[in-house]
């Protein structure tokens, strides 16, 4: 199985019996790994495209490939370099680490590479201050348990007096201190939210300037890079393929959301073809990992044909992942 899945993505050709037994050296002629091809053929592992072809994997053979027989690729001093540097220049920018992901993974991977921001779910809502300042405008800061500041200003719809703003804040901290700012969206901006928060003009304008304090409007989706390597790939060079394509651009952003509830923290996981539950990802295969950057996180990973390197893929993905612990995950 190992070998047909190799030359397939090698060659993108259909795998005969002869280049079979050429490429294992183990001396079988190709009478028998015909055998060994046509049990496989019955198992659902490979199958036959057209009359007198060879055979290529299915979605069934490439998950034993992935489970069973792959082994993670070394990488070269000179890649590992090449991942070292990229999370350096991102660092100084943080703004910047998802796009920088993204044409990493699609550089190193020969795949489209996409990367979500950072989302800051997961810090802890520590105390909320306000202050007044000119006209009607209230100015908010929150401080969080990772030792950032978030600010907001929002204008009120008449004076608040700073007594008036003292007492809302101080309730504001009773109700939300110690919870994480992705239990804190859900309760400012769930259905129920008129029946947790006091009916006063400081709580809705606390909800206001929250939406910028816990990014609800701001959310500028994920980074993508590479698409031109996924339309260069032998699989989407018909024009109802390239439709395909087009929609996994467009929608890009729903990328991550479909992903992130299925990642786990040991590293990478793959979904090949049918196993996407997103429909536009049905055609490919998607190879992703979460990363942090101090105790936020995000979500990084390449799409590209189910013919995929995955063991190259699945390298990239985790080494870059240990390099962003080690240099940006270090405050976690």
Not at 39 to 50: V, Y
Not at 114 to 131: G, I, K, M, T
Not at 148 to 172: C, F, H, K, N
């Amino acid at each position: 199985m190992g070998s047909v899945v190799r030359t397939y993505v090698h060659t993108a050709q259909p795998v005969g019996s002869k280049r079979v037994a050429a490429d294992t050296g183990l001396g079988c002629s190709s009478a028998t790994i015909r055998g060994l091809m046509s049990r496989m053929e019955e198992r659902g592992l490979i199958r036959q495209p057209h009359t007198s072809a060879g055979r290529v994997p299915t979605d069934r053979g490439y998950r034993v490939y992935v489970d069973d027989i792959m082994r993670p690729t070394p990488l070269s001093r000179e890649v590992q370099e090449t991942v070292f540097h990229g999370v350096e220049r991102a660092a100084p920018a943080p703004e910047r680490l998802p796009i920088s992901l993204a044409e990493l993974l699609s550089a190193l991977s020969g795949q489209m590479g996409f990367a979500s921001p950072p989302r800051v779910d997961e810090a802890v809502f520590r105390r909320l201050y306000a202050s007044r300042e000119e006209g009607e405008k209230v100015a908010f800061f929150l401080t969080l348990d990772s030792g950032l500041v978030r600010s907001a200003l929002a204008e009120a719809a008449e004076p608040a007096a700073q007594e008036e703003i003292a007492a809302g804040v101080a309730d504001m901290n009773r109700r939300f201190s110690g919870l994480t700012l992705g239990r804190v969206r859900r309760m400012l901006f769930g259905a129920e939210w008129e029946a947790l928060l006091p009916p006063t003009p400081f709580a809705r304008l606390f909800r206001r300037a929250a939406e910028e304090l816990l990014e609800v409007a701001r959310d500028p989706g994920p980074s993508v890079a590479g698409f031109d390597a996924l339309l260069a790939q032998p699989e989407f060079r018909s024009a109802g393929d390239l439709d395909h394509a087009a929609c996994l651009l467009k929608e890009g952003g729903s990328i991550p959301s479909v992903l992130e509830g299925r990642l786990t923290d040991s590293g990478a996981t793959v979904w090949i073809g049918e196993e996407n539950e997103a429909e536009e990802l049905r055609l490919f295969s998607v190879v992703a990992s979460r990363y942090r950057m101090g105790r936020f996180s995000g979500v990084m990973g390449v799409v590209g044909p189910t013919r995929m390197p995955y063991d190259k893929a699945v390298a990239v993905i985790g080494f870059l992942r240990h390099v962003l612990d080690r240099r940006m995950g270090m405050e976690s």
